[in-house]
Each structure stands twice: as structure tokens, then as C-alpha cells.
């Protein structure tokens, strides 16, 4: 079974919601809003993904409407807790696979490669 972690109101995250009971795929949903996801869990998938950058949205109202200085933060517990205070910054959704295998973002064509469906 897969999970998905994103937010219930996200467009995005029903889309691959909807995707995934489309073609049969067994999966969990956690809204991280209202389930808080751990710090050592979002600094595995920020170190899987390839950095903080990777796993922030920084094209969202809320990343725009930060102050300068939270901005760049300069450490990983600086990252959690600005995580921690917006989740909603976290990319979505979030894909974490049997294998723990962690990807952002949702496209039909990366989840069909991803899932090996040949629809």
C-alpha cells in the first residue's frame, strides 16, 4: 500500500487520489494539516528528494507572504519547525511508496511510469 500526504481541500492531491482508485491502487491518505508529519520524517523526505528546496513549495501564497527573514532558513530544525507552522508549504502531494521510496507533485504520465500502468 502507498501513502499520499497532501491536504484534503488540495485540488492536486484529489486528482491523484482519484488516479490512484482509477487503477486500483491501494493507498492511505494523511492530511498533513490536521496529522502533523515528524521532523525526522520530513528531513528523510527533504534527503531523499534532494534538499529542503525540493520539498518546499515556494511558488505558494503562503511562501509568498513569509517574512524575508524566515525565508532562508539555515538548518534543518530552522526547516522542520518553518514546517511545522505551515504545512500547507509542503509540496504536494507527497508519494511514499512500500519501499519508502518518496516523490512530490502528481502527472499522470510520472505516476502511470511510476506505477507501471500501461493504460
Keep these: 500500500m ?10 492536486t492531491c484529489r486528482k491523484a487520489r482519484n488516479w490512484l482508485q482509477r487503477f486500483g491502487v491501494e ?10 508529519v515528524p521532523p525526522e520524517t520530513l528531513r528523510s523526505w527533504a534527503t531523499q528528494l534532494g534538499g529542503w528546496e525540493k520539498l518546499v513549495n515556494k511558488a505558494s501564497t503562503t511562501w509568498r507572504q513569509l517574512p524575508e527573514a524566515r525565508k532562508s532558513p539555515g538548518s534543518d530544525p530552522e526547516w522542520t519547525l518553518l514546517l511545522k507552522e505551515y504545512p500547507q508549504l509542503v509540496k504536494r502531494p507527497v508519494l511514499v ?16 511510469a511510476r506505477f507501471g500502468v500501461r493504460k
Design 27 to 36: 493507498f492511505g491518505f494523511v492530511d498533513y494539516r490536521e496529522n502533523r
Design 97 to 112: 511508496t512500500d519501499d519508502g521510496t518518496v516523490s512530490v507533485g502528481f502527472t499522470d504520465n510520472a505516476w502511470k
Design 2 to 11: 502507498v501513502t499520499v500526504y497532501g491536504l484534503a481541500t488540495c485540488d
